[in-house]
């Protein structure tokens, strides 16, 4: 119980340290939300102003923007007007959480699968497809992966749409995209630990009793293997975060990753500042997840 | 193995809440999200094609040939010289709930514009007037005569708005007054608007819905018509624009835009001696091959103002100078806010003023906000600019350079142009005041701190399946006239 208090306190300790760099940050920055081609009348831009207390000082706004964070009350966005900060946000949730765990189960299955495929038979011709492929994947960015899958699966073959979300087919290609440089990265990490664990005695012991090769794989390496699958999943996450940002903007996905990108462009203050929140939030506790999960694993881990 | 399990399960779930929509008649891959669906608060070409398909103005405007028409009003007249307009409102309006949409509508919406606390862009448009109704008319009063005004009013941003649009306890849109109703509007995803039954005029053939997708990258906007998968889309690469006009592609049109790139220079005597240099790098420039770099439909500027203002026909600059090394205080610089399109503008500018001219330009890109704060600062020597007409008049690209204007950004304070300015404003005879709008620009064009670039192009590329949905000069389409093709749908 220490332990999940002192992780939590960590947490909201991080959330209110980001979200006051981030606040420096947007506001320290050159432009301002209502800067546009065809200037305001200064009568419009003073009332604007006012009425998002622009014209209070640096150090009263902060106080303002914490004391709605504290409140769960992210205020209202200043790019759209009709829009809440949460409004906003928490549409897109469903969509990135949808795209962000398509991506995982990518990288998990393929990387797992192939990893294991791999470590059975080092050098084998299996072996050299996946090393190949699992170094092309890790070493092509996801927006060409995308390009490329757009290409193929929507122009060439036609199975699958370009772009949108009104179909489940919508997010194979971006969860591809996104998934793929991990799994390869995955698949590395699951063969050089499946070669060191089919090395041991134990394993040759279960070969020697004439257990099947598959029986092996599935019930004595897969689950030992889990352990750094689990911990790679943390920064993972992480990754794939940041990387669903440009993924999202290719494939016309409405989740909050443009946001994130959009808002500090338009100088949007309040929703730049809770995309952070949010993503900080959802970052500790992807991180938090695969933590519990390492320690189930291997409970010589603590979280 | 459990955890795996539950990301798939919440995976499947996730995406089955996205399923299940079903496609609009009509799909529109329109650009960024918009601001504000409220005709008052918005102001961008991509938030203009969906506010005209949900709020109607006094007044129409032509896609074709920018002649104002009957819009909610049926006939507007003048008085003092276009000081005092008097719009008849068409009897038996109606908001899209089937309420009554009279003509305190139209005051108390012009009204709300005028308060600075509404924040509306347009307040200027209406901030000195006085207004007041009768019970089938609305009377307008400025200060100056405001020829331009019927014009003004085909634009949404002078669109009456909904007594619960007004009070804010309704989403903008959902009562509307235009050819489409909203549906609604998922951020990020879609704007889904559906025919107006109590539209004035008759629309049943139009499509039954429209959904505007929010789509920021071109090549997906690209990726998506050519799948199928949207109808219209107004955002075409620059290169693929190309290839499409080479392959003689029926479904892509390039046509001019009542817009304009030119290039502010911070008024002389400042890092720039005097305007002898502006005029020097002007006539550097070859505008036809810069035309052709930008992309099809883009023509060469000499003017400001575009060709196609109705009744007004640019002024010609003075003859080509004879290139000679301009007086420049060292090096020259050129900011632009950072975009592919921008940055291959400037880099051809480089090359000409260095191949032409030899004079070193150093390029410096800046993102959009922090650019529009270097421009407004004054702390530049050329910055890339564009201009594009709020309304079908010389006025909207002359009076940027007012000295009084906050959109001038070069320090260029000029009497004569000033007066010539205010001249016309007093003018009440519409050709005279075109005249000396005229005199002003050559003013400008000659000896100001601009120089014209090109005049912009709007690229589309459209189902062979509808008609009538090209957009004319202003962007602006007539949303109750599009039709499918015979046959196609």
Same mark, same amino acid.
Do not use: C, R
């Given at each position: 119980m220490n332990a999940f208090l002192r992780r939590l306190g960590s947490w909201a300790l991080t959330i209110l340290a980001v979200h006051a760099v981030a606040f420096l940050l947007v506001r320290s920055t050159r432009g301002g939300p209502f800067d546009s081609e065809r200037s305001l009348s200064p009568e419009v831009r003073e009332a604007l102003e006012a009425h998002y207390h622009l014209d209070q000082s640096i150090l009263h706004q902060y106080i303002e923007a914490l004391r709605g964070l504290l409140r769960g009350n992210l205020g209202p966005s200043m790019h759209y007007r009709d829009l809440g900060v949460w409004e906003i946000l928490s549409a897109g949730i469903p969509v990135s959480l949808g795209l962000g765990l398509g991506g995982i189960l990518v990288a998990v299955v393929l990387g797992v699968t192939s990893g294991l495929g791999s470590a059975r038979r080092p050098s084998g011709k299996i072996d050299t497809i996946t090393r190949w492929t699992s170094s092309l994947v890790m070493g092509i960015p996801n927006f060409i992966l995308a390009g490329l899958g757009v290409a193929y699966? *929507?122009?060439?073959?036609?199975?699958?749409? *370009?772009?949108?979300?009104?179909?489940?087919?919508?997010?194979i290609l971006p969860s591809l995209a996104l998934g793929l440089p991990f799994a390869g990265q995955l698949s590395r990490l699951v063969r050089a630990e499946g070669l060191k664990i089919l090395a041991e005695d134990s394993i040759r012991a279960a070969r020697s009793r004439g257990l099947p090769e598959l029986h092996i794989l599935r019930f004595h390496v897969l689950p030992r293997t889990l352990v750094p699958v689990a911990a790679f999943l943390g920064p993972a996450t992480a990754g794939m975060l940041t990387g669903s940002l440009v993924i999202e903007q290719i494939f016309a996905l409405p989740g909050i990753g443009t946001h994130f990108v959009q808002a500090a462009l338009n100088r949007d203050y309040t929703l730049a500042l809770g995309a952070t929140v949010l993503y900080t939030a959802l970052l500790g506790a992807a991180t938090w997840a695969a933590d519990i999960w390492v320690s189930r694993l291997d409970p010589r881990i603590e979280t | 193995m459990s955890v795996l399990r539950g990301v798939l399960v919440t995976a499947l779930l996730l995406h089955a809440g996205a399923c299940g929509k079903d496609p609009a008649a009509l799909r529109i891959a329109n650009g960024p999200d918009p601001s504000s669906l409220d005709p008052h608060l918005a102001s961008s070409v991509s938030e203009g094609r969906i506010l005209s398909s949900l709020w109607a103005g006094l007044t129409k405007s032509n896609p074709t040939n920018l002649e104002v028409m009957p819009g909610l009003a049926e006939t507007w007249t003048p008085s003092e010289n276009g000081r005092i307009w008097t719009f008849k409102i068409r009897d038996n309006l109606r908001w899209s709930d089937g309420s009554p949409l009279t003509t305190k509508d139209v005051k108390a919406s012009w009204v709300r514009l005028q308060n600075?606390?509404?924040?509306?862009?347009?307040?200027?448009?209406?901030?000195?007037a006085s207004i007041s109704t009768s019970s089938n008319s609305v009377r307008i009063e400025f200060p100056n005569p405001q020829p331009q005004f019927p014009a003004m009013c085909s634009w949404p941003a002078l669109a009456p708005i909904p007594p619960g649009l007004r009070n804010e306890n309704e989403i903008p849109?959902?009562?509307?007054?235009?050819?489409y109703t909203l549906k609604y509007w998922k951020i990020r995803d879609r704007v889904r608007v559906i025919r107006n039954p109590f539209y004035w005029k008759k629309n049943s053939e139009a499509p039954e819905s429209i959904d505007f997708l929010t789509v920021e990258s071109s090549f997906t906007a690209l990726n998506l018509f050519l799948s199928g998968e949207v109808d219209w889309t107004p955002l075409v690469p620059r290169l693929a624009a190309l290839a499409l006009v080479k392959k003689k592609e029926p479904s892509f049109s390039a046509s001019p835009r009542l817009g304009t790139t030119f290039l502010r220079f911070q008024a002389p005597p400042s890092s720039i001696h005097d305007y002898s240099t502006i005029k020097t790098l002007s006539d550097a420039i070859d505008r036809k091959k810069l035309a052709e770099v930008v992309g099809p439909g883009s023509i060469p500027a000499i003017s400001l103002t575009p060709p196609g203002l109705p009744g007004y026909a640019p002024p010609l600059p003075s003859r080509f100078s004879h290139p000679v090394k301009p007086k420049l205080h060292g090096r020259l610089e050129l900011i632009f806010p950072s975009s592919d399109a921008n940055r291959i503008v400037a880099e051809f500018l480089q090359d000409q003023w260095k191949r032409n001219l030899g004079v070193e330009v150093l390029l410096v890109n800046q993102e959009w906000k922090a650019f529009l704060r270097t421009q407004q600062s004054g702390n530049y020597q050329i910055s890339l600019s564009s201009w594009i007409a709020d309304y079908p008049d010389p006025l909207s690209f002359l009076e940027i350079f007012h000295s009084d204007s906050g959109n001038n950004r070069t320090g260029w304070e000029n009497v004569q142009y000033d007066t010539l300015l205010d001249m016309a404003s007093q003018e009440g005879n519409p050709s005279e005041r075109l005249k000396i709008l005229r005199r002003a620009e050559s003013l400008l064009i000659r000896g100001g701190p601009i120089v014209p670039l090109t005049h912009e192009a709007g690229t589309d590329l459209i189902s062979s399946q509808w008609s009538n949905i090209r957009p004319g000069p202003?962007?602006?389409?007539?949303?109750?006239r599009i039709r499918p093709r015979s046959g196609a749908k």
């Open positions: 699966f *929507s122009f060439y073959l036609g199975w699958l749409p *370009s772009a949108g979300s009104e179909q489940a087919t919508h997010f | 600075p606390k509404t924040g509306a862009p347009y307040q200027n448009w209406v901030a000195d849109g959902e009562v509307s007054s235009g050819p202003m962007g602006n389409i007539n949303w109750e």
